[in-house]
């Protein structure tokens, strides 16, 4: 018999683009690694407010530079961003609150169809440019995911459930509590020890806290098709 495969814990939210990167490498590696890999909807702007911190974009010099560095780490990952063209409005003003309850709910329910729903939803927002606020525009990204039209209407009436509000609460402080100041985090359980590494560029402190192998972003045995 093979080990007990590691928890991983991805703490993530779709209006941060370092989040989709993280998300795609573990999605890549979860079936390489022994890990068993939990994807954990979160939301930013409550962890922003606990830890006391603020988005790149507010400060003009780290703005420009994120840019940049999201455009050359989409080349180098292999993940399809694209800047909205009116990138604060998207992400300053009308944020990801309802599409991260929705995605709350979908783990809830539906935890099989959890990874699907939410690459649909960044692929709206940081690919396509297209609103991921609005229900009609969240059960378009969940049938695209495979999702009956029946089953996203349902999981999108309880978003405003206390069940939903409180689920991505709690995950939410969890992550503050594993010491979150912003998105993505990466927790890993191993043995008595749990190790959080913050960003999308710790995949190869990851493989060497893991014992495993980094074959880089894209391993040999995986055609990312996005």
């Given at each position: 018999m093979g080990s007990v495969p590691r928890t991983l814990e991805l703490f993530?939210?779709?209006?941060?683009?370092?989040?989709?990167?993280?998300?795609?490498?573990?999605?890549?590696?979860?079936?390489?690694?022994?890990?068993?890999?939990?994807?954990?909807?979160?939301l930013?702007?409550?962890?922003?407010?606990?830890?006391?911190?603020?988005?790149?974009a507010m400060l003009p010099r780290k703005a420009v530079y994120m840019r940049s560095d999201v455009?050359?780490?989409?080349?180098?990952?292999?993940?399809?961003i694209h800047f909205p063209k009116d990138f604060f409005s998207v992400i300053l003003k009308k944020g990801s609150l309802t599409a991260m309850r929705f995605l709350t709910a979908v783990k809830m329910e539906h935890p099989e169809m959890l990874e699907k729903v939410s690459r649909e939803l960044w692929m709206r927002v940081w690919s396509r440019d297209e609103d991921i606020t609005e229900p009609p525009s969240i059960l378009a990204a969940a049938e695209k995911a495979g999702m009956s039209m029946e089953q996203a209407q349902e999981l999108l009436k309880r978003v405003s459930t206390p069940q939903v509000k409180n689920q991505l609460k709690e995950t939410t402080e969890a992550a503050c509590k594993y010491g979150a100041f912003g998105l993505p985090i990466t927790v890993a359980h191993l043995h008595d020890e749990t190790h959080m590494l913050f960003g999308?560029?710790?995949?190869?402190?990851?493989?060497?806290?893991?014992?495993?192998?980094?074959?880089?972003?894209?391993?040999?045995?995986?055609?990312?098709?996005?």
């Open positions: 993530y939210d779709v209006l941060s683009p370092y989040s989709w990167l993280a998300f795609e490498v573990l999605c890549r590696y979860k079936n390489i690694w022994n890990v068993s890999l939990q994807l954990q909807p979160t930013i702007g409550g962890i922003m407010r606990d830890s006391g911190n603020q988005p790149p455009r050359l780490l989409s080349q180098h990952l292999q993940v399809p999308s560029d710790r995949m190869e402190l990851l493989a060497h806290l893991l014992g495993e192998k980094w074959m880089g972003p894209v391993p040999p045995a995986v055609n990312p098709r996005l």
